[in-house]
């Protein structure tokens, strides 16, 4: 069974930074692609930031420049670290994994004071 584990969230100031980590219980090139979603209060979940299989990398508008999706295969891990913090970053990060199937981590909360 597939289990993606998120960690590295928390509370920091605007202009700040953190790294997201999602552990996935698996090597991580089984999934065709690897993701970060978030969902902020009374918003839709969005797509954040995405890593394919073959490395290619994708980020919405607002975090260009800020954010960066990596991995190390070593681990089975896969990372979005965060830099320039805003509060409209303020959400719940989930890590994505894809394969067919769609498989979902549990959660981080990221909260950025202003």
């Known amino acids: 069974q597939v289990q993606l584990v998120e960690s590295g969230g928390g509370l920091v100031q605007a202009g700040g930074s953190l790294r997201l980590a999602c552990v996935v219980s698996?090597?991580?090139?089984?999934?065709?692609?690897m993701g970060w979603y978030r969902q902020a209060p009374g918003k839709q979940r969005e797509l954040v930031a995405s890593l394919t299989r073959d490395g290619s990398t994708n980020y919405v508008e607002s975090v260009k420049g800020r954010f960066t999706i990596s991995r190390d295969t070593s681990k089975n891990t896969v990372y979005l670290q965060m830099h320039s913090l805003k509060s409209e970053d303020t959400a719940v990060y989930y890590c994505n994994a894809q394969r067919g199937a769609s498989y979902w981590g549990q959660g981080t909360q990221v909260t950025v004071s202003s």
């Open positions: 698996g090597n991580i090139f089984w999934f065709s692609a």
